[in-house]
T-cell receptor
Framework: DAGVIQSPRHEVTEMGQEVTLRCKPISGHDYLFWYRQTMMRGLELLIYFNNNVPIDDSGMPEDRFSAKMPNASFSTLKIQPSEPRDSAVYFC???????????FGPGTRLTVL | GQNIDQPTEMTATEGAIVQINCTYQTSGFNGLFWYQQHAGEAPTFLSYNVLDGLEEKGRFSSFLSRSKGYSYLLLKELQMKDSASYLCAVRGDLRDNAGNMLTFGGGTRLMVKP
């Protein structure tokens, strides 16, 4: 398996633009997680899905952020409109319920100018 | 909620032993995890404890005391490649719909010097 796949790896955009981050979890994993990592706040859980259903989105910072999982092999995290404070590395991870390990993708480094 | 504390930075010498501590206060508990993260890379799983005691895996060991809300990661025979951040994370209680949800501490940046 190729592991968790994220795209793009790097994104530079201007304030006010829409940003869409993509994730393909490991096949057979029924949990998918979106995290954000910054120097100031560390690694924060934004939202997670179980069997494509959002379970907890309490970490989503505000209405500008939205996430979808239309099927078991694809998820998106969208920021509209983007702001400079959204600059961070966004990680997607997947796991099974019985697995004791979350497998992280390589991350998307987002810079909002 | 979850509150997880670990030191921000540590320095150790190649070949030595280092212990990274983690304390937690959580509303539910179903396991404590340690992840390693090299600069510019994704976190990777190191260890998992759900029962009290020591789990050993090669040069790395992890200890848990649930009554004290305390864990440590022990790294032996340090190598330069061990320079990385080490993240402590707690998994929530499966019964309150937090199954598989991890809350991470701020991470401990370990620098190994020759």
């Amino acid at each position: 398996d190729a592991g968790v796949i994220q795209s793009p790896r790097h994104e530079v955009t201007e304030m006010g633009q829409e940003v869409t981050l993509r994730c393909k979890p490991i096949s057979g994993h029924d949990y998918l997680f979106w995290y954000r990592q910054t120097m100031m706040r560390g690694l924060e859980l934004l939202i997670y899905f179980n069997n494509n259903v959002p379970i907890d989105d309490s970490g989503m910072p505000e209405d500008r952020f939205s996430a979808k999982m239309p099927n078991a092999s694809f998820s998106t995290l969208k920021i509209q409109p983007s702001e400079p404070r959204d600059s961070a590395v966004y990680f997607c991870a997947s796991s099974t319920l019985t697995d004791n390990e979350q497998f992280f993708g390589p991350g998307t480094r987002l810079t909002v100018l | 909620g979850q509150n997880i504390d670990q030191p921000t930075e540590m320095t150790a010498t190649e070949g030595a032993i280092v212990q990274i501590n983690c304390t937690y206060q959580t509303s539910g508990f179903n396991g404590l995890f340690w992840y390693q993260q090299h600069a510019g890379e994704a976190p990777t799983f190191l260890s998992y404890n759900v029962l009290d005691g020591l789990e050993e895996k090669g040069r790395f060991s992890s200890f848990l005391s649930r009554s004290k809300g305390y864990s440590y990661l022990l790294l032996k025979e340090l190598q330069m490649k061990d320079s990385a951040s080490y993240l402590c994370a707690v998994r929530g209680d499966l019964r309150d719909n937090a199954g598989n949800m991890l809350t991470f501490g701020g991470g401990t940046r370990l620098m190994v010097k020759p």
